[in-house]
C-alpha cells in the first residue's frame, strides 16, 4: 500500500513538474522513518529542495539571457589593486537598493581600470536576487539600430530595453553615436527614467558627451535625466591588464 502511495506521489510531482522533490522523495520519506520527522518536515524539506534547485535553474537561464561577455564577480575584484574605488559605495551598492530605487550606475574611467569587471559584478548580484539583467556594449547598441535600419529596433526587444530592471551599457565614448542612433538612445533613457537601473561604463567624462552623440542639446537632456538619479564611480589609475603584463613579464618594480 504505502509503495503504491509512493508511486502515485512521484508520479504526481512529475506531472506537477516538481522534479527536484520527485528525485529526493525516496530520500526524505527514508529520512523521516530513520529520524521520526513529522508530515510537515517532509514536505518542507521536500519543497525546500524544489525551491532551491529552481532559483539556481532560474539564475543560470538568467545569466545567459543577461549576455555578458564574460562572467566576473564582485569577490573577485581586488580592492587593493584599485583604491581609487570607494568600497563602501560599491558594499550599499551590492544590497541592490539602487535596483529598487530605479537609479543608475556610472562607472567613469580610462581603459582597464575595471568598470567592465564591476558592472557586471553587480549584474550577476541582481541576478543572483532574482532580478533580470541585460548587458550589451555601446556598439551593440548602434549595430541593433542600424539593423533596424534606424526604422526602429523591433518591439519586443524594444520592450524589453526598456523594461529590463537592470540594463548595462558598456563602452560608451568608444563609438560615435549619428543623430538619430542619439536619439534613440535618449529615449531609452527618458523610457528608463526613474522606473529602471541603467548601468553605464564609459571612458569619457560627462563633459565629453555632447562629441560621442554628436548634438550638445541631445547629450544636455540624456545627462539631466540620467544624472538626477545616479551614483557616479570614477576609476582612475593604470590599466589592471597592463600591470598584469607587466607583473608577468617581471617588469613592474613600482611596489
Ligand atoms: P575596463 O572596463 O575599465 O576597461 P575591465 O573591467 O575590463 O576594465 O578590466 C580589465 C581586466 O582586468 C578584466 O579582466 C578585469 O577582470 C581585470 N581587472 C581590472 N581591475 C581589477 C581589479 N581591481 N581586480 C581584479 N581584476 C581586475
Ligand atoms: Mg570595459
Known sequence: MSELLQARVAAALESLHLNTAKANLMR?????????LSTLAVLDALLTDELTSRKERSIIVNTKLAHFPVLKTLDSFSFDAQPTIDRRMINDLQTLAFVERAEGIALLGPSGVGKTHIAI???????????????????DLLDQIHAAQLDGIPGHKQRHLNNVPVLIVDEIGYVEFDKKAATWFFQLLCQRYERRSTIITSNKAFAEWGEIFGDPVIAGAMLDRYLHHCHVLNLKGESYR???????????NAS
Open 242 to 252: 597592463m600591470r598584469s603584463r607587466k607583473r608577468a613579464s617581471g617588469g613592474d
Open 121 to 139: 559584478g553587480l549584474g550577476m548580484k541582481a541576478l543572483q536576487a532574482g532580478v533580470r539583467v541585460y548587458f550589451l556594449s555601446a556598439q
Open 28 to 36: 526524505h520519506l527514508q529520512a523521516a522513518q530513520e529520524r521520526k
